[in-house]
């Protein structure tokens, strides 16, 4: 492991005042601001002007990852509030799209609110309705340690029909309001395909159709990724020194055409961090494979920086994933990242980044200066000196890397 030296989170603060935090989501999602950041020069621009602002046969990576209504609301018989928010399947399935198809019954890991009041043997219950019938919706402590919880119920809908009658969107915790109705749109992007996401691939929520139809013109092409947003991305970092963080680790699914697609174009840019973190996650899987590392498809967070005999280029990591996938006879690749950018690191995958702006003291800022170097402090200052809205339903940036 090559020597890391000390990441203080206190370097990567700034003053975000709550009225900077967006509430509510634009009336026009491509309305939203645009921050330019090239080389030390920053410019102001609108969302919908992004087309004419990239470079033709230039290739878009989008996150399409899907956010599932993951906020349950049990109340015990004392009218006491338990909220289940799910997080991640356990059993009979740890595969997200397997576990949302479970007709019965299922365990998740979740974040449960009022856990102290939950008895070990109390059964809580949701009445639901459809069409067709009504249904009851149980659920029990299956570990209490690790906030396990058992759901089950009969009809033989799947567990994703289950979730849409009862669960609610997981907004942000920063965002002080319930979701209603008009976030069940809102809080997705136009492109959201893959359910199992906890939270929103924020960056993607600028694009509409009508941008798309610009794109398409100018021959900016796009490729999708799938990375399923944790609720580790809500994580406040409680650590001094950032290498001691615990990085959530988080499903990524790449299919082979999507690997042909990044092997055919050089000028690549990611929408948001979570397809940046795909992405880089993607050329160390690579990488393992060359190495013939026993583990290939599990991205800890401090691998990047191991020490390499031989140094692969991002299209030959490509290519070991291409042969694996072709070899095996598989269309997708399933891994596991928890990979942690930072200062230092050296980006193999694109060459800019359109992303919101983020918390202070978070590994998204860090990610930020890792992209741009100290010159993120202007632009989060410039940001705030012109009203920007801030975090997920806030205003955009176009970051080209700094190398």
Known sequence: MNELKHIRIKDYDYELPDSFIAQNPLKTRDEAKLLIYRQGEIEHSIFNKLPKLLPHHSRLVL?????????????????????????????????????????????????????KKWKDDEILTIVLKNEECEITLEAKLYDREKQWVELSWEGGLPFTEILQLAGKL???????????????????????????????????????????????????????????????????????????????????SVSIEAIDELLEENYRIAVGTTSLRTLESLYWIGVKLFNKDKEPFIIEKLYPYSDFEIIISWNESLEQIKKYLTDTHQRILAAQTAIMIMPGYNFRSVKALITNFHHPKTTLIMLVAAFIGDDWKKVYQSAIENNYRFLSYGDSSLLYLNE
């Open 63 to 115: 996150n399409n990852a899907k956010v599932i209504p993951a906020r349950l609301q049990f109340y015990r018989a004392t009218g006491a509030k338990i909220e289940v928010f799910l997080l991640e399947p356990k059993k009979p399935f740890p595969q997200i799209e397997l576990a949302l198809a479970v007709k019965d019954h299922c365990i998740w890991q979740c974040m449960i609110g009022n856990l």
């Open 170 to 252: 997981p907004l942000p915790p920063y965002i002080k309001r319930e979701a209603n109705k008009n976030d069940e749109t809102t809080y997705q992007t136009v492109f959201a395909k893959e359910e199992g996401a906890v939270a929103a691939p924020t960056a993607g929520l600028h694009f509409s159709k009508a941008v798309f139809s610009e794109l398409a013109l100018k021959e900016i092409n796009q490729t999708d990724v799938t990375l399923y947003v944790g609720a580790g991305t809500f994580a406040s970092v409680s650590v001094e020194n950032m290498l001691e963080h615990d990085m959530h680790a988080e499903i990524i």
